[in-house]
Nanobody
Framework: QVELVESGGGLVQAGGSLSLSCAAS????????MGWYRQAPGKQRDLVAT???????NYADSVKGRFTISRDNAKNTVYLQMNNLKPEDTAVYLC?????????????????WGQGTQVTVSS
């Protein structure tokens, strides 16, 4: 089973910055897309940003120009640098990854979620 563990997050004033990281561990064969999602209380889980193995990125319109996603393939880790944070960015941020894992003698597809890390932006 591939496990994702997030770190970072916390409380920051509007206009401030935070950095998140997420490391994948387990019997990983290959990780394809890694990404960040967020979920505010009472709202649906929304895409924040994704990054492919080739470094291609995709961002939600609401974070373009403020957030930057990156990854270190050697460390199976994805990062999210968040600048100029706004109160509406307040949410639990969850890491996601998909790819293949080695289990019981063969490779199979996986898609895993982290437990989430709280980001709170005060006005």
């Amino acid at each position: 089973q591939v496990e994702l563990v997030e770190s970072g997050g916390g409380l920051v004033q509007a206009g401030g910055s935070l950095s998140l990281s997420c490391a994948a561990s387990g019997t990983i064969g290959r990780i394809n897309v890694m990404g960040w999602y967020r979920q505010a209380p009472g709202k649906q889980r929304d895409l924040v940003a994704t990054i492919g193995t080739d470094g291609s990125t995709n961002y939600a319109d609401s974070v373009k120009g403020r957030f930057t996603i990156s990854r270190d393939n050697a460390k199976n880790t994805v990062y999210l640098q968040m600048n100029n944070l706004k109160p509406e960015d307040t949410a639990v941020y969850l890491c996601n990854a998909d790819g293949t894992e080695y289990s019981r003698g063969y490779f199979k597809d996986f898609r895993s979620w982290g437990q989430g890390t709280q980001v709170t932006v005060s006005s």
